[in-house]
């Protein structure tokens, strides 16, 4: 499967015009329910990050795709848990992952509203805290506040690290290029920091 988004993204170089088309794709397929635990969300932004560094393609429209996609996914994650309860009951994956669903269920018991915004970093449960946020019946203003404001996070912090590399490869000498995606990378590290004190406290009390 990695071959075939690799494919992808070489696509994406020779056809730029798309390219905001197939990251919202991405981004939304990576944020469904389920059907995220099987897209690599993070190698797609990646790699549409070092098209942007090597100016390919434009920041500002991907990086609004990105964040379209990832608001849509959850949010309709967040509706089929909050109106279709019982389904989850009848999927063949929830059946079989049990552990998955539960660890889900953990995560937000012990991060309430945080954990929506919290499981967008989180590889393992990335496609099911939203789901489990529905079907805990989380209020959906405080849902959409926390889905909102984490995509907005979410989609520089994966594409910023990919446009380091793209300017770097592009033209190494020029430095200016590569103020902004070093200030990118700079602010993600301390979200990181800052999210790890806070689990960390979380852990403690």
């Not at 696509?11 to 995220?36: C, H, K, R, T």
């Given at each position: 499967m990695t071959d075939y988004f690799q494919q992808l993204l070489e696509w994406v170089q020779l056809n730029p015009?798309?390219?905001?088309?197939?990251?919202?794709?991405?981004a939304l397929a990576e944020s469904l329910a389920i059907i995220g635990v099987l897209i690599p969300g993070v190698v797609i932004l990646f790699g549409a990050g070092t098209l942007i560094g090597a100016g390919i393609i434009d920041f500002w429209s991907?990086?609004?795709?990105?964040?379209?996609?990832?608001?849509?996914?959850?949010?309709?994650?967040?509706?089929?848990?909050?109106?279709?309860?019982?389904?989850?009951?009848?999927?063949?994956?929830?059946?079989v992952h049990p552990d998955a669903m539960q660890k889900g269920f953990d995560f937000f018991e012990k991060y309430g509203d945080l954990s929506?915004?919290?499981?967008?970093?989180?590889?393992?449960i990335r496609a099911v805290v939203p789901l489990v946020a529905g079907l805990m019946r989380m209020p959906?203003?405080?849902?959409?506040?926390a889905n909102i404001l984490s995509a907005l996070v979410w989609a520089p912090a994966y594409l910023l690290p990919g446009m380091l590399v793209g300017a770097a490869m592009g033209?190494?000498?020029?430095?200016?290029?590569?103020?902004?995606?070093?200030?990118?990378?700079?602010?993600?590290?301390?979200?990181?920091?800052?999210?790890?004190?806070?689990?960390d406290s979380k852990n403690r009390s």
């Amino acid at each position: 499967m990695t071959d075939y988004f690799q494919q992808l993204l070489e696509w994406v170089q020779l056809n730029p015009d798309y390219a905001g088309l197939i990251i919202f794709s991405m981004a939304l397929a990576e944020s469904l329910a389920i059907i995220g635990v099987l897209i690599p969300g993070v190698v797609i932004l990646f790699g549409a990050g070092t098209l942007i560094g090597a100016g390919i393609i434009d920041f500002w429209s991907s990086c609004l795709w990105a964040i379209a996609g990832a608001i849509i996914g959850d949010g309709l994650s967040y509706w089929l848990g909050h109106h279709f309860e019982y389904i989850t009951d009848k999927w063949k994956w929830a059946r079989v992952h049990p552990d998955a669903m539960q660890k889900g269920f953990d995560f937000f018991e012990k991060y309430g509203d945080l954990s929506v915004a919290l499981g967008r970093f989180f590889g393992p449960i990335r496609a099911v805290v939203p789901l489990v946020a529905g079907l805990m019946r989380m209020p959906p203003k405080r849902f959409y506040i926390a889905n909102i404001l984490s995509a907005l996070v979410w989609a520089p912090a994966y594409l910023l690290p990919g446009m380091l590399v793209g300017a770097a490869m592009g033209d190494a000498t020029d430095w200016s290029k590569m103020l902004f995606p070093a200030a990118g990378v700079l602010l993600i590290v301390i979200a990181w920091l800052v999210i790890h004190k806070v689990i960390d406290s979380k852990n403690r009390s």
